[in-house]
């Protein structure tokens, strides 16, 4: 009798994990009834939608995550849905939505579009989701009004424009684009949550009307000084986090900051330290990667100027330092 050999998990070959997986997969879609309401096939291997999806009457929630969908035509007449997700599959194009108008949350994340078109009719749409596709342009979003979330992170994006109409918006995340300036963002006056990481920023600016912004995140950017601040009062984090500022200013008003990333810049003056000292419910910093992080001092300086801190960089401050 041949000797039986234990298979580890990390041994086990791809081909193999595919024709074991395989009848669990047929036998989620042979559960599926027509009047579900909820219906997951997450990372199920399909290339192409079983046909009770088509026939599903009653669906709202329809999960296709981490598929090979190229073609999802039979989704577009599902009346019934309030929620679509499509995140990692092939997709070069957003499926036509005229039907889906009781959609409120639709992510395309993690595809191949290269356009934002068929969207128009979503008006009762909240959440938008299309990071990692191969977008250049915001475009065909006007009718969106009463989008609170838009991610547009990880795409081709050079300028922030068509958003004027979308004033309901409370975050929105642009990170990884192309995008080299801060600006129309004016009639977003509800935004609470602003993410332009990674970008080619070389200013801080263009933020005057969101006086609500509680979280503004710029960092790995080309930014050289803390200015354009000056109306953001609610601000509870902010993040300048590698960029190339060598002073902190301009942050008297920011007195209900709570999170201040700055590692990986360069200051080198202890004092400035100091002019964070309004903010006193301030409780994490970040001054890794500055000249001042080199003080063999460094942690026990930034505790006796800020002693309402808990976290310095990545660590916890002890009670006594």
């Not at 199920?44 to 009653?58: D, F, K, S, W, Y």
């Not at 984090?237 to 590692?263: M, P």
Request: aromatic residues 4%; contains cysteine; charged residues 25%.
């Amino acid at each position: 009798m041949a000797e039986m050999v234990e298979v580890k998990p990390d041994e086990v070959k791809p081909d193999e994990v595919e024709e074991t997986d395989q009848p669990f997969e047929n036998e989620k879609i042979l559960m599926i009834k027509e009047d579900d309401e909820d219906v997951d096939l997450t990372h199920c291997r399909l290339r192409a939608l079983p046909p009770v999806i088509g026939r599903l009457t009653r669906v709202e929630v329809l999960t296709l995550r981490q598929n090979l969908l190229s073609d999802v035509t039979s989704v577009t007449s599902l009346t019934t849905l309030r929620e679509l997700d499509l995140y990692d599959n092939e997709l070069k194009d957003i499926p036509d939505t005229t039907q889906l108008t009781q959609l409120t949350f639709l992510d395309l994340s993690f595809n191949h579009i290269s356009s934002i078109d068929h969207l128009e009719t979503l008006v009762d749409i909240q959440k938008l989701f299309l990071i990692q596709n191969k977008l250049a342009k915001m475009e065909n979003l006007s009718t969106l009004t009463n989008l609170t979330m838009l991610e547009l992170g990880s795409n081709r994006i050079r300028a922030i424009e068509g958003l004027d109409t979308l004033v309901n918006i409370e975050s929105l995340f642009i990170g990884k684009n192309k995008i080299s300036k801060l600006e129309n963002l004016d009639k977003l006056t509800k935004l609470k949550l602003l993410s332009a990481q990674s970008n080619r920023l070389t200013v801080i600016e263009g933020l005057d009307s969101l006086p609500l912004l509680e979280e503004l995140y710029l960092s790995h950017n080309g930014i050289k000084e803390m200015r354009g601040l000056e109306s953001l009062s609610n601000l509870l984090t902010l993040d300048l986090a590698c960029n190339f500022i060598k002073r902190i200013e301009n942050t008297s008003h920011l007195t209900k900051l709570e999170e201040f990333w700055f590692n990986g810049n360069q200051l080198e003056v202890w004092s400035d330290v100091d002019l964070l000292q309004p903010a006193k419910g301030l409780q994490t910093v970040y001054f890794e990667g500055n000249p001042i992080a080199k003080d063999t001092q460094y942690r026990r300086k930034l505790k006796l100027s800020l002693p309402s801190l808990r976290q310095i960089d990545a660590t916890l401050v002890r009670a006594t330092v």
